[in-house]
């Protein structure tokens, strides 16, 4: 019977380790500090790291992680009930039901808006009460120019936000376009204009801007649709910034990154230089507080700093584009703040969406760079997926070869130096054109053996050849033909789903590319061959372009650029592609493509030649 003890009491351990373990998420349980058990809990939040509180093995409701984001959805549709039955009624309860709304609408407000150690508490407090909010309001703020007012109910505790009046009284500042009839809101007084000032135009002066806060999420809303559509998933991954806009109420960084850069562009997209203004007054507030966590060993790798530094990149490379160096020192930022934060922290949530997801602008700025990058290395091309968070595409699969061509274009660039100032001896100069020939041979043949592998198997089916018809006023593409030199309409490629062609694109870029530096005496790519790798992008555009909603269509941007250089000046191959670069600037208002993207060359001059990456 002892011995019999003795065996059966280790199982009921192991039955019960489970349900202990869960009371707690894993970051909490691996740094070994207390978890309060909200989803994503404070010690995650406030050490940057919001996507990465996972709790595991919850056998029963008791022990079920808070969500705030599920309190915040369930307090939408309770108020659009409560709005749609008071709409209804005239009797006595409608009393009633407005005194509900008005806690209802104070419980999101401050779910959204308050302080996190507020919010924590409060949100626990709703999954274990229900009852009502009684005493009266006490004063306990302000903070980001509302006043806080804390309501007192046993258990519960409930802020309240109000904005305050010109007389100084707080007023109600619940007026929310979200919940209302009309979807795109009322946004006349959002912005305070001055005395003598003309609301039409933009050299009125404008006051401190009192946005609301229902408003700036409709704006927060419209820049995600823009550069994080959803899409199916066959086309690809294009949630990582609406991933990083839900977790924004726990990060001041982070929120007020989105309220400037979302104000800014609504502005802009409909052009009122009172709204676009009031978003780049945010700007240098974003900026110091960026700078102070970029020059903090901790804050540095926290979530937030690589949210903000991507988002600042989006908006720069798509809305602003101050100056050609613009975007090349954005790309250098946040690509040495990935390389800092090490291939371990983007494993998992919003860290690994923006890696994964924007690995091939990585590999762009490499390959303009001209620089071998770190991205070669064995464990950024697998430890980011070891968590299984996602798994490997087509287009990371051909990006895990990309990956050696920075290191070759640098070896090349050396070689030809050495050449011409003679610094090497014969026999030196002989080992170094054969290890560089050798690196070609090889990447190629990998390139070769990954088309066999995924373009000639698509599981989604094969490229198809279309007529060009000139849908929507889309440019027609012609092209030479390289033996009699007759110039023509070839067809268009029409893939099954957006994630082929913007692969395809990037594998003729980056064909294109390393073909740039192939002097080897045999099996070199020849120049027919480089030319239709250029016009097999051209022949993919206006699928591409057409199809892809929001700014997806920045992904074909760098192969775009790349096969611009593939063509002779005046041909009718840069005509074509003059008028698709007008094209998507005048639709899409990204000036990016309106200048040609220059500072994305592969060329030796190129704006990012000398930058480490």
Not at 73 to 80: A, D, G, Q, T
Not at 344 to 365: Q, S
């Amino acid at each position: 019977m002892v011995g019999e003890s003795r065996q059966t009491a280790p199982d009921s351990r192991a039955r019960k380790a489970p349900s202990r373990q869960s009371r707690s998420c894993k970051v909490c349980r691996a740094r070994k500090v207390k978890c309060d058990r909200v989803k994503p809990c404070h010690a995650c939040c406030a050490h940057g790291y919001p996507s990465k509180c996972v709790y595991e093995n919850v056998p029963d409701e008791e022990a079920r992680p808070i969500s705030q984001a599920e309190e915040i959805r369930n307090l939408r549709s309770e108020i659009r009930e409560l709005r749609a039955r008071i709409d209804e009624r005239n009797d006595g309860s409608r009393a009633q039901d407005l005194e509900r709304l008005d806690q209802l609408e104070s419980l999101f407000e401050s779910i959204r808006s308050a302080p996190l150690s507020v919010v924590d508490s409060l949100v626990r407090d709703i999954r274990t009460e229900q009852s009502g909010l009684k005493k009266d309001l006490v004063k306990v703020g302000p903070w980001e120019g509302y006043e806080a007012y804390e309501r007192y109910a046993s258990p519960v505790s409930v802020i309240a936000i109000r904005k305050r009046s010109r007389n100084g009284s707080p007023e109600s500042n619940f007026n929310d376009p979200i919940f209302g009839d009309d979807e795109d809101g009322d946004f006349g007084d959002i912005i305070s204009i001055g005395e003598g000032s003309d609301s039409s135009s933009s050299s009125g002066t404008i006051s401190i801007m009192n946005m609301q806060r229902p408003a700036v999420d409709v704006f927060v809303e419209r820049f995600v649709d823009a550069f994080a559509p959803e899409v199916d998933s066959r086309h690809g991954r294009a949630g990582a910034l609406r991933a990083a806009a839900g977790i924004r109420m726990f990060s001041p960084l982070i929120s007020d990154a989105f309220e400037a850069v979302s104000v800014a562009f609504f502005g802009r997209s409909i052009q009122n230089k009172q709204i676009e203004a009031s978003g780049f007054r945010l700007y240098p507030r974003v900026l110091r507080s960026l700078q102070d966590a970029l020059i903090d060993p901790e804050r540095s790798k926290a979530e937030s700093t690589l949210v903000t530094v991507i988002l600042l990149l989006a908006f720069e490379q798509s809305v602003e584009r101050t100056t050609q160096t613009g975007v090349p020192a954005h790309v250098r930022g946040a690509v040495r703040l990935i390389e800092h934060r090490g291939p371990e922290n983007h494993m998992y949530g919003v860290e690994h969406l923006l890696f994964t997801e924007l690995r091939p602008y990585w590999i762009g700025g490499a390959l303009a760079a001209r620089q071998p990058s770190f991205l070669a290395r064995e464990e950024w091309k697998t430890v980011p997926w070891a968590a299984g968070t996602t798994k490997k595409d087509i287009l990371h699969h051909l990006v895990d070869i990309a990956t050696e061509i920075p290191g070759l274009l640098a070896q090349s660039d050396a070689f030809k130096e050495a050449q011409a100032t003679q610094r090497m001896g014969v026999q030196e100069m002989a080992v170094k054109q054969a290890a560089l020939w050798n690196g070609i041979t090889e990447c190629t043949a990998q390139f070769q053996q990954w088309y066999i592998d995924w373009v000639e198997c698509y599981p989604e089916g094969p490229i198809q050849e279309l007529e060009q018809t000139g849908d929507q006023d889309f440019p027609i593409f012609k092209r030479r033909n390289l033996r009699t030199g007759e110039i023509y309409a070839p067809t268009r490629f029409s893939y099954p789903n957006l994630l082929l062609a913007q692969t395809m694109c990037v594998y003729y870029a980056v064909r294109l590319i390393l073909s740039s530096i192939d002097t080897r005496p045999e099996d070199r790519v020849t120049p027919m061959e480089q030319y239709e790798f250029g016009c097999g992008i051209c022949r993919t555009m206006e699928y591409y372009i057409l199809t892809a909603p929001g700014n997806m269509i920045n992904r074909l941007a760098f192969p775009t650029r790349v096969a611009w250089e593939a063509f002779p000046d005046g041909g009718p191959e840069q005509a074509f592609m003059v008028e698709v670069l007008q094209l998507v600037e005048r639709r899409h208002a990204l000036g990016l493509w309106g200048s040609a993207m220059p500072e994305l060359s592969v060329r030796e001059n190129s704006p990012l030649n000398n930058a480490e990456l």
